[in-house]
């Protein structure tokens, strides 16, 4: 082979290496802009705090970041509560409209930004929004930021929950449900009453007493006798009790039409989610004592031995 032929056999050699390492060399830049690019365009939204009571005066907070590409034209941020509450805010944090419960307040801007609102250079956005826990409520709550970009492209997303709970701690509900008593009442004879007391509020009940009273009217108050007492160690939220207690009118008490009532949470000890369905009411009439008092206060005692056997 001439020398010619190999100078040119040799500089096709060395056209073709440096060809290739000029091809690598753009795809590694290619690749590396196109990753500084993607990791340039970003989101986080923070919750702070992510766990707190509701009641405590202070408001949740939202943290917003993001980052802009060069070039990317920003439009607004779409804040989202729970799928349904929505705020809208410019680049200086201003709201787009009426700012309404649970938002209070948004601070922040939005730097490198030009008055067409394209990023240039390392444009970076940074907001605190401001919520009314009250307004929120108890219970888990998500949010969602959307950083809304012009030009067709999509927006920069992302999201977070909290929890709100109550500083107080779950209260239960005593219910008296139905008082079974006798309408007629003979003086010095004892005598069963029933009542079914529910708990129907979210917390349990502690020691507390079951009372029944007789009354001259329909109307339960301070000066009414204590006939019987049942003392109820512990109701669970959602549980009931069928509550017995034995009765008896004193021979010194007046004849004629009274009122008997059963009171759950007697002394008012348990606080409640409601004190107003405590108290049921039962006409009855008292008699005199007859030659039947006598057994018929035995029966009671029968009875109250045979409870006891069970």
């Known amino acids: 082979m001439s020398g010619t032929r190999m100078n040119n056999v040799n500089w096709r050699i060395v056209s073709a290496i440096f060809a290739a ?20 365009s970003s989101t986080t939204l923070k919750a702070l705090p992510k766990q707190s009571f509701v009641d405590d005066g202070s408001s949740q907070l939202l943290q917003l970041k993001f980052k802009l590409n060069e070039g990317t034209v920003f439009k607004f941020v779409r804040i989202t509560i729970d799928g349904t509450q929505v705020l809208e805010f410019d680049a200086s944090g201003n709201p787009i409209g009426t700012l309404s419960p649970p938002f209070e307040f948004v601070f922040g801007h939005i730097t490198m930004l030009t008055d067409g609102y394209y990023a240039i250079g390392k444009a970076k956005g ?36 909290f929890k709100l709970k109550s500083s107080e701690p779950p209260l239960p509900d005593l219910v008296a449900k139905y008082f079974v008593a006798p309408s007629t009442i003979m003086k010095n004879v004892k005598y069963w009453t029933f009542t079914i007391e529910t708990n129907e509020g979210e917390g349990n009940a502690k020691q507390h007493d079951v009372n029944v009273y007789l009354s001259n ?39 004629g039409n009274h009122f008997l009532f059963i009171k759950v949470d007697a002394q008012e000890k348990i606080k409640e989610l409601s004190e107003g369905n405590n108290v049921l009411s039962k006409a009855a009439k008292i008699v005199p004592n007859n030659s039947q008092g006598q057994h018929n206060e035995n029966n009671i005692e029968a009875q109250k031995h045979d409870h006891q056997d069970d």
């Open 21 to 40: 390492f000029t091809l690598l060399a753009c795809t590694v830049t290619s690749t590396r802009n196109a990753a500084f690019a993607e990791s340039e």
């Open 126 to 161: 940074k907001f605190v929004i401001a919520m009314d826990k009250l307004s929120l409520g108890i219970g888990e709550h998500e949010a969602k930021a959307e950083v809304v970009l012009g030009g067709g492209a999509e927006p920069l997303v992302a999201t977070d929950t």
């Open 217 to 255: 009217d329909n109307a339960l108050d301070s000066g009414d006798r204590l006939l019987g007492q049942h003392s109820m160690s512990y109701l669970a939220a959602g549980d009931f009790n069928l509550v017995p207690i034995t009765i008896k009118v004193p021979k010194t008490e007046n004849e």
